[in-house]
């Protein structure tokens, strides 16, 4: 069974402008999850997905946004770039009906902003 | 206060030894409680998870749960170099969020 992909890998942008990330999940998961880990610090809880619809946000500004597509992919924007925006950027899969929420992550998009 | 709190580390055991790690939490509400095991540059792999009171065994590894002292731990057993990695503890707080704590740096030296 393959495992959470995303992409890109890498990604270099300069500072105001946007990146896109994308991220698909494990086949039959429907919920997707975005995280930000800066150098330094833990895991930190962007957005999450279900069946299309944002369901919960993180303590991030609105220029953080995503979507998730019918095929239950997701995609997370970043607008207006800022150098602390440099990180690794995590997409995570499950099913929703779990209640105990195992979350299973992708490789990461590693962002740098210059 | 941090809503989910372990010590970076590094942890340095034997090989062979047991390895503990810990983590503390705030939110009493909390029900799910997750390991996940992070080596340099990947991404986090889910190790265990423990939602009920007491002792929870898969392999070498043995988590633990004390919901009255909002406390987690995670035993190690038979430590291998191989385990050497950054252990995160998370907790999911209701509505399917996960709060990391940041993570324990483990070495097992041969």
């Known amino acids: 069974e393959a495992g959470v992909t995303q992409s890109p890998t890498h990604l270099i942008k300069t500072r105001g402008q946007q990146a896109t990330l994308r991220c698909s999940p494990i086949?039959?998961?429907?919920?997707v999850y975005w995280y930000q880990q800066a150098l330094g610090l833990g895991l930190q809880f962007l957005l999450w997905?279900?069946?299309?619809?944002?369901?919960n946000r993180g303590n991030f500004p609105p220029r953080f946004s995503g979507r998730q597509f019918p095929n239950y992919s997701s995609e997370l924007n970043v607008n207006a770039l800022e150098l602390e925006d440099s990180a690794l950027y995590l997409c995570?899969?499950?099913?929703?009906?779990?209640?105990?929420?195992?979350?299973?992550f992708g490789p990461g998009t590693r962002l740098t902003v210059l | 206060q941090k809503e989910v709190e372990q010590n970076s580390g590094p942890l340095s055991v034997p090989e062979g030894a047991i390895a503990s790690l810990n983590c503390t939490y705030s939110?009493?509400?909390?029900?799910?409680f997750f390991w996940y095991r992070q080596y340099s540059g990947k991404s986090p792999e889910l190790i265990m998870f423990?939602?009920?009171?007491g002792d929870k065994e898969d392999g070498r590894f043995t988590a633990q749960l004390n919901k009255a002292s909002q406390y987690v731990s995670l035993l190690i057993r038979d430590s291998q170099p191989s385990d050497s990695a950054t252990y995160l503890c998370a907790v999911s707080t209701g509505f399917q969020k996960l709060v990391f704590g940041t993570g324990t740096r483990l070495l097992v030296s041969p």
């Open positions: 423990i939602y009920s009171n």
């Open positions: 997905y279900d069946e299309g619809e944002e369901r």
């Open positions: 995570a899969s499950s099913l929703y009906s779990q209640a105990d929420n195992e979350q299973f």
């Open positions: 086949s039959g998961h429907t919920s």
């Open positions: 939110d009493r509400g909390s029900q799910s």
